[in-house]
């Protein structure tokens, strides 16, 4: 049985992100909206999943929102007086303006087409305010040709097996991760998981099409500049268009 994205993968997600350093990347995550030079921000996590970021930055910002597309993840939530929305990011209801946006686990990959990047940097831009910053990490071609193997594996947890194939298609331009998961019942479902490798300049098209600039771009995780043999991007992006 086909299921949708984040669906039955929800029950283990927390089981297979296990080796991520969630405390560190908040960190790197809440330096970055030090580029306000305010404080008390509000902040808004886009493809928040279950929540596991916003747990280390909940403290941090006067209002914390995190939304997200599957509705089977944000019932997995790690923390549940986060504020929550279900919701596509290209298509975000928020009247409320945010200082401070951001999305990690390059969930902007997952976006298929040029026309759905620019439409969620303009919903994004929609409701940011004139100051605020907009950041988001990418996965790029030469980080999935060197670990697309790394992520071919099978386990189980709590009574559900799993097993995950990763594939890059490079005449494509998508990564695949393809899960079979069978429930405790016995039923066995499969996900199939696409993000799109954009090319390193193709960002700046669709940033320069777009309300933003690209303000700052890192190398994920540190403060060096990025260029296009980067394997994960940290954009920093600001509003062409802010009143003065």
């Known amino acids: 049985m086909r299921v949708n994205s984040y669906s039955a993968l929800a029950s283990i997600y927390s089981h297979l992100m296990k080796s991520i350093d969630y ?43 995190i939304c997200d597309h599957s509705h089977e993840m944000l019932t997995q939530l790690s923390n549940p007086n986060i504020n929550r929305v279900c ?3 290209v298509k975000l ?3 409320y303006k945010f200082d401070f946006i951001y999305s990690t686990f390059d969930s902007v990959n997952y976006l298929l087409s040029k026309e759905k990047v620019i439409n969620m940097l303009n919903a994004v831009s929609n409701c940011l305010t004139e100051d605020g910053i907009f950041t988001f ?15 071919n594996r099978k386990g189980k947890f709590q009574n559900i097996s799993y ?22 019942d016995g039923t066995k479902v499969d996900e199939m998981h696409k993000q799109k490798i954009y090319a390193f ?15 700052k771009c890192y190398e994920a995780f540190s403060y060096k500049n990025a260029d296009e ?11 062409k268009y802010a009143h003065i």
């Not at 669709?206 to 600039?213: E, G, K, P, T, V």
């Not at 043999?229 to 509003?239: A, G, P």
């Open 163 to 184: 097993s995950q194939k990763s594939f890059y298609n490079d005449k494509s331009r998508i990564h695949y991760n393809a899960f079979e998961i069978t429930l405790p």
């Open 93 to 95: 209801p928020f009247k």
């Open 229 to 239: 043999n980067t394997e994960r991007v940290q954009f920093i992006l600001k509003k």
């Open 23 to 65: 405390d560190k990347w908040a960190d790197y995550i809440f330096i970055l909206s030090k580029d306000i030079q305010r404080t008390d921000l509000s902040a808004l996590e886009l493809a928040g999943g279950t929540g596991t970021i916003a747990k280390y930055l909940r403290k941090r910002f006067k209002n914390l929102v």
């Open 87 to 89: 919701c596509d990011m």
């Open 201 to 215: 300049e193709d960002y700046f098209c669709f940033i320069d099409a777009s309300n933003f600039y690209v303000h």
């Open 137 to 151: 990490d990418v996965s790029m071609e030469k980080n999935s040709v060197r670990y697309q193997r790394y992520l």
